[in-house]
């Protein structure tokens, strides 16, 4: 028998036991080793809060519309994202496919909390772990993607001046990214834990949003001009408003969290109209238009992984729990009340 992880209403937790199916034509099955947890889109389905579960999505007019229909509904099985695992069969009619992985190959992809996968070959083309590189390091692909994503969406140059909200996970591979593309980091959270993460991770300066005023620091850290760019990363709308306050005149703001209900506290009367702020949307879903004809999610994901390989990003640096996919359930609370003491929960298959 086979695990999957299911939400079966909100807050509701539970691994269930089923029968492993055949393998079909042009797939191969893969052994999950390691899934992460997103403490972000995860969460909006675990709490009920995700969009899809209240409307649905037309996906050729691109539009959420109301009605009875809903995109998901409870229960939820195999959510989740960041998979690695290795590759147990493949199917007869693309065991020859170039580049596919072979037999005992360590993979990465997204095939959600469950211990086996079966998936399209074509999506594990040029999957493959790089020789010594951690497999629990490999889990981080897809949120480094993310990460990669809202850096470039950023347009952050050679010494200026980033301001990046939010120091979970993603936030502190941001961070990292933007060091090493030539920008300044101000990181801005309001959890001490993760600003300490942030300086490890090569923060010029960082900003305890609960004891202090943003916008007014970084004004006071570049001598009144404010960030060249700002990324929020946190899903916050009250970040997302302080984030616009904190860029100077003409200034960019990506918008990278997944923002949830109405956005009450985004006062775009203020500083937003005021200093002709520019808020752009980061989503993985696809990359900043103007670097279609050159980059493409899967660049994203390879060149993150390029980078853990190389040694200048260390994610698995960033596990502070590590637990069996029987407790799950308590995982989720863990991420879900008490964020200050967790970072990236990982699920042991």
């Given amino acids: 028998m086979e695990r999957v992880v299911q939400f079966t209403g909100p807050r509701q937790v539970e691994v269930v036991s089923y029968v492993p199916a055949a393998l079909p034509s042009g797939h191969v099955r893969v052994r999950t080793v390691y899934s992460g947890i997103s403490a972000g889109t995860e969460l909006t389905a675990y709490r009920g809060t995700n969009p899809y579960l209240s409307r649905a999505w037309d996906p050729d007019n691109r539009l959420f519309r109301d009605g ?82 809202a850096v470039l969406a950023a347009e952050a140059h050679l010494d200026e001046q980033l301001a990046i909200f939010g ?74 408003h302080e984030a616009v306050r904190s860029v100077g005149v003409g200034g960019r703001v990506v918008a990278s969290g997944f923002y949830q209900g109405e956005g009450r506290e985004l006062r775009l009367g203020d500083e937003f109209h005021h200093n002709r702020v520019e808020i752009v949307s980061s989503q993985i879903g696809g990359v900043p238009q103007r670097l279609a004809g050159r980059w493409s999610v899967d660049r994203l994901q390879r060149s993150f992984l390029s980078l853990v390989a190389q040694g200048s990003v260390e994610p698995a640096l960033l596990v502070s729990d590590s637990v069996p996919v029987s407790q799950a359930a308590e995982a989720y609370q863990l991420l879900d009340t008490r964020p200050g003491e967790v970072l990236q929960i990982v699920l042991e298959f």
């Avoid at 195999?78 to 020859?96: K, L, N, P, R």
């Avoid at 590189?133 to 897809?142: K, N, Q």
């Avoid at 970084?218 to 009250?238: F, K, N, P, S, V």
């Fill in 68 to 149: 009875d229909a809903v995109a998901a509904s409870y229960p939820i099985a195999g959510w989740g994202y960041s998979e690695v695992g290795e590759v147990v069969e493949i199917a007869s009619d693309v065991a020859d496919a170039p580049g596919l992985p072979a037999l005992g190959d360590m993979v990465w992809g997204i095939w959600g909390h469950r211990s086996e996968g079966i998936v399209p070959a074509e999506r594990l083309i040029g999957h493959q772990l790089p020789d010594g590189v951690d497999p629990m390091a490999g889990s981080f692909v897809r949120v480094g993607a993310i990460a990669l994503n």
């Fill in 167 to 240: 120091q979970g996970v993603i936030g502190l591979l941001a961070t990292r990214l933007a060091v090493l593309s030539g920008a300044h980091v101000i990181a801005v959270d309001a959890i001490d834990s993760r600003l300490k993460e942030a300086v490890r991770h090569g923060a010029s300066h960082v900003i305890n949003a609960r004891t202090e005023r943003p916008a007014e620091r970084i004004r006071t850290l570049t001598a009144g001009a404010g960030a060249d760019t700002a990324i929020e990363i946190a899903g916050a709308y009250r970040a997302l």
